[in-house]
């Protein structure tokens, strides 16, 4: 027999007596077994030491019948590795005193009849270390029945999304229609859906801001949240100057009509249109695509297309295509479904066809969607000429939006004077994209929606030197202490690039 480290053995006789529910990691279905456990001494212990303690925990037969059932039903069960289950009451204690923990059975002794028998400790040394071995709860009725299960926590926190979506209160009871949301700026598309998922809030007075901003909407909050709406819906657009709204996975016929409602409360409330949607995409959801001129959809389509596809094409319809343009040519007509060039007197046709496919036929269930609820527009925009008149005046350019500069007072100094003519200056050399931003910067709004953009001057020096922007009113607090046109057109181009926009003036 191989020598083990220090472990107890345990000694099982067959007797006669009723089995024990209670003991069933000892005893068999038939039969209850006496135990007696056999401490090993070292572990080095020889085979013959343990023949020598087997023989002196066997009791004398009584008769060779019963010792012959002895020899039978006796067997040595190792118990290192089947450890009976620890619990609280359960230990495990090295030493020289083993056998004093030890408990033996006596043979008159029915097993189960008291409470004390369920305590069982065992010694055993495996290692010369003081090792625990977890066991199925269900091999001790006891351990199963005194153990306390921890209960789940009733006041954890909750990890949902409602830190994150908007937070939405109707007004009191003298106007129910009256509606205030904070809105994230961070998820503005999804929260400005979950605003508008609701058809009535077209008729609402809806008032808007912006999550940890310090802002009160007196439109000028609320231009800002349309607007960055738009920036961030139109990243996922098809199309450059112009873009037409795509398919999504993610967008079912209740988003698209939320997106249709957004266009419709922006313009209604605030005059926010977003230029960049395609003009012939928005005539066709408000009368239909019948109603779209073959004029106004080659400008959208023209639009819709980069500088260098713009180029081919245009060259393609005039019969001026070079051999250089061909590739580019042929690119477009691949992406939209055709791989050949068409013949010079079909050009013309193809062109038409690829600029209704883009524009109206791919997004035709969307603009399905927009179009029940852009009834509510019809008296703003009543036909194409409107739209078209609407869309050209909204647009921003340098010059339009230098014309919006008026002083709040009378200029009392030269240095006003002179930082009014810088920035007069600046805005009107501003390209498209500059004017926008210079826009929104002083209304909230990217598109002109105001009569004017007044200019307030104040003394600020120094590190303290900085233009602030009263989106509300539209109203620019500007330093005259700007030494030179330079100083000036430096700083405000850092902060134009920076396009970083956050309320913090209550």
Known sequence: MEDVPQSGLTLETMGVETPSTSHSFLSSPNVTKRTCTVQRLTSTSSDKETDELWNQSVPEPKSPQHSHDIQRGCEFVDLTDHLPPQHNNISETLGDDDKEDTVEWNEGDELGQTDEDENIILNAELNEAETEVPSPLSSNPELLMGSEMPSAPEDLPSHSRDHLSPTMSSGNSANPKDVHVV???????????????????????????????????DAGVSREVYTAFWDQFLEQCEGEDERVPRLRPDFSEAEWEAVGRIWVKGLLDLGVLPVRLSSAFILACMHGTDSVSNDVLMSSFHNYLSSTERSAVAKARQGTLEECDEEDLLDLFTRMGSHCIPPTNTMEVAIQTMANKAILQEPKYIIDCFSKTMPFALLNVPDQESLLSLYDTKKATGKKVAQLLQTTQVISSQKEQMVFNHLQCYVRNADQSKAEKFLRFCSGSSVICVDQIKVSFNAESGLSRRPVAHTCGATLDLPYTYSSYPDLRTEFDNILSSEYFEMDIL
């Open 183 to 217: 809105i994230h700026r961070v998820k503005v598309v999804e929260d400005l859906l979950a605003v508008f998922m609701d058809s009535s809030i077209i008729q609402s007075t809806l008032k808007m801001e912006f999550a940890n901003e310090n802002a009160e909407d």
